[in-house]
């Protein structure tokens, strides 16, 4: 087996627990305690009301296509093999944006507002990717 | 005009020659428009007690020292003022406005804004190169450079106005219209682009081309900013500035509301900066507006008010910012058939004072008395607008 080659998630302290999610096949994303809004990438303060205390909330996966870019230039030699590939930004049904990839799905039949639902690979024994497919 | 604000001026504006690669030092070029620029002022760095940004001069002795005490040492003379720049190698149009703040409020008499780009621009080896991935965990395991943000914003534009190609590519058509009659532009012989060009030039970040990208390349600029007082005596007519801010916004894409804007809430740097300058937009003659990508100028004249949201692809195709249109943009060429090294801001208000005083040659825009800078680091979400006028 060819080991794999593209980045990994190299976590901090703060959004380990985000990449661990990931790992179990979740997307879990900040939560405030104080005004229950939802926050996405991980912050040690809630950005509308600055309480330092939240959980961590797992969303639904499911959402849709906010915009997207078909990459034709390869940014690293690891992913020269993919060009060219759909980089998306998905807005989840909770109203959290994420950008990720968009797969299972030929290039003719990418749109905006299309509905996607996340998906999970394994991609070494340590490390989880989460990514799009239609749903 | 508020007398406050014409405290300081634009005296000196130099740049080197810009190209795909210099093979020079980035030192030797920032020595290079740290003089031109002095030069053009009629100044000399016994004059100058301020800066903005850093500096590659660092470059000897690692970490030794920070940009105000090297650049002393390195120029035989002593800082009252170092402000910080956006980046290591952007001292731009951003640093512009801390240059102005500095001399009106008395902090400096006469501060140099910098930028040369000579081995660490984009694309470059051992450069940051924005076009590949970093350690970035929201961004590199999926593949995407920052600047494949601008492939997002213009298929989100297209999807809410119906922005088409064409539209883009009048973009770069334009640009490269002026850079036709101007000499300094890298692609000044490269010969007329036509948007048939673009649209079938190959696919980099979809819906963006290739020519709907800036080039990758290398050069420096820089310019002078004194007290109006001192002004008066210098060789070239003062250019002032009457309005200028800035908005930051947020680091990614996905932190914001929208994605069709650039400069906050309602196009909140060009508001503030209208508002200050006491003008209005039929005030403005002629305008530099940041073309990274084709994508940006759209949506920036659209941010700034000359059309309405959504409209700025019509707005461009309708001829409106070509020379001899009603207020033309990107006269030096722009990003795309000018230059993009290092701080490209730079070069924008490089170009402004030279059409403001006259000088700008086969392209300049007759009796320009007002011009407007607008520039965004979409990847970086913020934005900074400047309006400049002739004394
Ligand atoms: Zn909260």
């Known amino acids: 087996m060819t080991q794999y080659q593209k980045p990994l998630p190299e ?4 959004t380990q627990p985000f990449w661990d999610g990931v790992k179990q096949h979740k997307l879990l994303v900040q939560k405030c305690s104080s005004c229950s809004k939802l926050r996405h990438t991980p912050k040690p303060l809630c950005p509308h009301c600055l309480s330092q205390e939240f959980t961590w909330a797992p969303l639904s996966g499911q959402g849709q296509l906010y915009s997207y ?6 940014p690293a030699p690891s992913f020269d093999g993919d060009l060219p590939y759909v980089v998306a930004l998905v807005e989840l049904k909770e109203g959290i944006r994420m950008i990720s990839n968009l797969v299972h799905c030929p290039l ?3 749109r905006v507002g299309m509905p996607v639902k996340v998906v999970y690979e394994d991609v070494t024994k340590e490390a989880s990717i989460f990514k799009f497919a239609p749903a | 005009m508020s007398e406050a604000l014409k405290k300081a001026a634009i005296v000196g504006v130099y740049q080197s020659v810009q190209a795909r690669q210099l093979n020079r030092t980035p030192e030797d070029l920032y020595i290079e428009v740290v003089k031109g620029a002095l030069q053009d002022a009629g100044l000399t760095i016994k004059d100058v007690d301020g800066i903005v940004g850093a500096n590659p001069l660092q470059t000897e002795g690692e970490g030794r020292g920070i940009p105000g005490s090297v650049f002393a040492e390195y ?24 240059a102005i703040e500095a001399v009106n409020t008395g902090r400096a008499h006469t501060v140099l804004v910098a930028t040369a780009a000579a081995r660490s621009g984009f694309g470059v080896p051992g450069g940051d190169s924005g076009q590949g991935v970093s350690g970035d965990q929201w961004l590199s395991p999926f593949g ?5 943000y601008y492939g997002i914003f213009a298929r989100r534009h297209m999807h809410e106005y119906g922005t088409t190609s064409a539209q883009l590519a009048r973009v770069a058509v334009n640009d490269r219209k002026h850079a036709l009659l101007n000499p300094a532009a890298i692609m000044h012989s490269r010969g007329p682009l036509t948007v048939e ?3 079938n030039s190959r696919m980099i970040y979809d819906p963006l081309h290739l020519f709907d990208c800036s080039p990758v390349n290398q050069g ?12 008066r005596s210098l060789k070239h007519r003062p250019v002032h500035v009457l309005g200028f801010a800035e908005s930051y916004s947020a680091v990614d894409i996905f932190h914001l509301p929208t994605i069709t804007s650039f400069d906050g809430p309602g196009g909140m740097s060009g508001k503030e900066a209208f508002a200050m300058a006491g003008v209005s937009h039929s005030d403005i003659n002629v305008a530099q507006i940041s073309d990274h990508f084709t994508i940006n100028p759209i949506i920036e004249l659209e ?16 001829g409106a910012v070509e020379l001899g249109g009603k207020m033309p943009m990107n006269t030096n060429g722009g990003y795309l058939s000018h230059s993009h090294a290092g701080g490209p801001g730079i070069y924008d208000i490089i170009e402004l004072v030279r059409q403001l005083r006259g000088e700008a040659g086969a392209r300049q825009v007759p009796n320009a008395r007002i011009g407007l800078h607008h520039g965004v680091g979409a990847t970086f979400i913020s934005a900074q607008t400047a309006i400049l006028a002739r004394d």
């Open chain 1, 69 to 74: 870019t078909v990459m034709h230039r390869s």
């Open chain 2, 144 to 148: 995407l450079p920052r600047v494949g």
């Open chain 2, 197 to 199: 060009d673009v649209v």
């Open chain 2, 220 to 231: 420096g600029g820089a310019i002078v900013v004194t007290t109006a007082e001192r002004a």
């Open chain 1, 108 to 110: 003719d039949k990418v």
């Open chain 2, 303 to 318: 941010d700034l008010g000359f059309c309405k949201k959504g409209e700025g692809g019509p707005f461009v195709e309708s």
């Open chain 2, 75 to 98: 120029f035989g003379t002593h800082m009252r003022y170092a402000g910080q720049g956006l980046t290591a190698t952007q001292a731009d149009a951003m640093g512009m406005l801390h």
């Open chain 1, 11 to 14: 976590p901090s302290s703060l």
